[in-house]
């Protein structure tokens, strides 16, 4: 049995004699502040000088409370471990876990075997339709099963960016029961299980905390969400930090990513909070915490964190691949080739020089001394996808299948690590949209329509018929972005082949050599095609011939003549590409992969 640990200061926490600790932050809260349970009489509270209210309460697990703010509202606790109903609604009281662990051994995998799956639950039929997968992902040679956000949104359908609630699975996807039985059961299969977890703003439907808490946020500092989140504040600091370790501790989580943390406004406290979480879990374990940030800080890679969402990579892969060169891919249009290279050898292609799309704002640090499972790699992600207007996968916007083979060829057995976007792996063509179920109509109207003007300026973008971008709150855009193919068509099966072969590659060859592997050059080869070698930590070396464009790419003599003969080949894209790198020349549409055994 599971009992909250000490370390927790914020919700409704079980003790040892049976009562239950309620504690709320609420320092700016009115002076007729009260828990309200349902059958009893208001518990009148009074905010310590720390502004912590607090009081401890006979009542069972299965409670439902609430706290009255003045005489008439009456909102859910924001550290709700489980609600009754929407966002709305009374939160429950929560008792120690009693979920029958099966695999309470289970202790993580090394991060160099990582091969991410991101998954949104609702698509895959929730929690229980996840667990249905999890076999077919793990013979697929997935690793590690990264789901997007889960905390309590409003309605039944959203992203998960929209979380109001932190520490509250969605019921919209399954009881905590059941999102134990997904991550025990993944275990057992030998996946790990991580959670996309979003520290830098709530949604706009739900979030109370201003009307007792308000310095929670900053009224200096604002975010595309609203009023930046105040971690100068050391209640807000622990808030988050009980956050992660909930989710890590309670339900077993073998990591977080973190979403946009650029957004949060003092980037020192990400230091802080891996400090926290990994003092707090026993060092055997192997627990994986990832970064989404836009500012390239690479000095947080030194400091308990293990990879970053490289979206430079994916920005000059994706031109590459569709000759895309508007909004923020118009940094990358330019001489692809050798970013491309730069990303391979060093992960990041803005290492802290202007950036024109920013109009010449600088970003970035310098990323060559990290190693290259430092940089997480993938082709498609829920926001490169997502936030199109229509949708469209890689499957109907690059310019032929063999192209995309090439980069599906290049990410996976790439020493970085590569993240696969739910359907990817049966080339799926469903769009990806973004959805919300908003139940407050003024909402709803804003947010369709602030969709609708994101995108007027691109004509691109109208449909073929003139209509407007799908509206986020209606079911059927919802509907539309199912991901998986109903039918197992020929197509999904050759798909799911090249995907099932490589990774199977990557598995038994290139991860198990990963720990201490480091760049030896990358090179641009002509505008479409690189060729990029690393020293394997067991002193192999590792050859990479990437031709995205559509002609023959002759290379240098010594290129096209040492490796080849000193290497033997270990995958290629296309039939013939490994012959022609003998004639001096890199296929079009092909990536060819070598392998030199350590002398």
């Known amino acids: 049995m599971t009992v909250l640990p000490e370390p927790y200061t914020h919700g409704a926490l079980p003790l040892p004699d049976g009562r239950t600790r309620f504690r709320l932050w609420a320092p700016s809260?009115?002076?007729?502040?009260?828990?309200?349970?349902?059958?009893?009489?208001?518990?009148?509270?009074?905010?310590?000088?720390?502004?912590?209210?607090?009081?401890?309460?006979?009542?069972?697990?299965?409670?439902?409370?609430?706290?009255?703010?003045?005489?008439?509202?009456l909102v859910p606790d924001p550290a709700s471990r489980l609600q009754d109903g929407d966002v709305h609604g009374a939160s429950v009281v929560v008792g120690p876990d009693t979920y029958p662990w099966r695999h309470a051994s289970w202790m993580g995998r090394p991060?160099?075997?990582?091969?991410?799956?991101?998954a949104h639950p609702g698509l895959a039929g929730g929690f229980a339709g996840l667990t249905?997968?999890?076999?077919?992902?793990?013979?697929?040679?997935?690793?590690v099963l990264e789901l997007m956000p889960i905390a309590d949104f409003p309605g039944p359908r959203n992203w998960g960016y929209d979380g109001v609630l932190p520490y509250a699975p969605d019921s919209a996807y399954g009881t905590p029961d059941e999102l134990k039985r997904l991550i025990d059961t993944a275990h057992g299969l030998g996946l790990c299980v991580m959670l996309d977890v979003v520290y830098n703003h709530f949604g706009p439907d739900g979030n109370y905390l201003s009307q007792y808490a308000a310095p929670f946020f900053r009224d200096d500092v604002s975010t595309p969400w609203g009023a930046a989140i105040d971690f100068r504040q050391p209640a807000v600091r622990r808030y988050f930090e009980e956050n992660a370790l909930y989710w890590l501790t309670e339900y077993r989580f073998d990591g977080l990513r973190l979403d946009a943390?650029?957004?949060?406004?003092?980037?020192?406290?990400?230091?802080?909070?891996?400090?926290?979480?990994?003092?707090?879990?026993?060092?055997q374990r192997h627990l994986h915490l990832v970064l989404e940030n836009d500012d390239n800080r690479a000095s947080l890679l030194t400091e308990g964190y293990d990879a970053q969402w490289n979206d430079d990579a994916h920005h000059v892969l994706h031109h590459l691949l569709t000759g895309e060169s508007r909004g923020y891919y118009a940094d990358y249009a330019e001489q692809p080739a050798q970013a491309l290279a730069r990303c391979l050898a060093e992960g990041w292609l803005y290492q802290g020089q202007p950036s024109p799309y920013r109009q010449g704002a600088t970003r970035g640090e310098p990323s060559d001394h990290l190693p290259p499972t430092a940089f997480v790699l993938f082709l498609q992600n829920h926001d490169q996808t997502g936030n199109r207007a229509w949708g469209e996968r890689l499957t109907e916007l690059a310019e032929n299948a063999e192209r995309l083979r090439a980069a599906v060829t290049l990410q996976l057995l790439a020493p970085q690590i590569p993240l696969i976007f739910m359907g990817e792996e049966s080339g799926s063509r469903a769009p990806f949209l973004y959805f919300t179920s908003h139940t407050d109509p003024a909402l709803a109207k804003a947010v369709r329509e602030g969709r609708q003007r994101e995108f007027a300026a691109f004509p691109e973008f109208a449909g073929a018929n003139g209509e407007p971008v799908p509206d986020p709150n209606a079911e059927t855009t919802w509907e539309q972005s199912a991901p998986w193919p109903q039918a197992d068509s020929a197509e999904a099966q050759s798909w799911r082949g090249l995907y099932s072969a490589l990774l199977d590659l990557r598995l038994r060859v290139v991860a198990p050599r990963l720990e201490g592997a480091r760049n030896?050059?990358?090179?641009?080869?002509?505008?479409?095609?690189?060729?990029?070698?690393?020293?394997?930590?067991d002193g192999s070396l590792l050859t990479a011939y990437v031709n995205l464009g559509p002609m023959h790419v002759a290379l240098p003599r010594k290129q096209a003549t040492t490796p080849p003969l000193a290497s033997s080949l270990l995958f290629e894209s296309r039939a013939g590409a490994f012959d022609a790198l003998s004639q001096g020349s890199v296929c079009p549409?092909?990536?060819?992969?070598?392998?030199e055994d350590a002398a």
């Open 29 to 73: 809260a009115p002076a007729d502040l009260a828990l309200v349970m349902d059958g009893r009489v208001p518990i009148a509270l009074q905010p310590d000088a720390d502004g912590y209210a607090q009081v401890d309460v006979n009542c069972p697990p299965g409670t439902r409370y609430r706290y009255r703010i003045g005489q008439d509202l």
């Open 111 to 118: 991060w160099r075997e990582a091969v991410i799956y991101e």
């Open 132 to 143: 249905e997968r999890l076999p077919e992902l793990a013979k697929l040679g997935v690793t």
């Open 261 to 283: 943390v650029h957004a949060i406004s003092d980037p020192d406290w990400l230091v802080e909070l891996a400090r926290f979480v990994r003092g707090q879990v026993p060092a």
């Open 520 to 537: 030896v050059y990358a090179r641009a080869v002509g505008d479409h095609s690189v060729h990029a070698r690393w020293r394997l930590g």
């Open 589 to 595: 549409e092909s990536t060819v992969w070598l392998l």
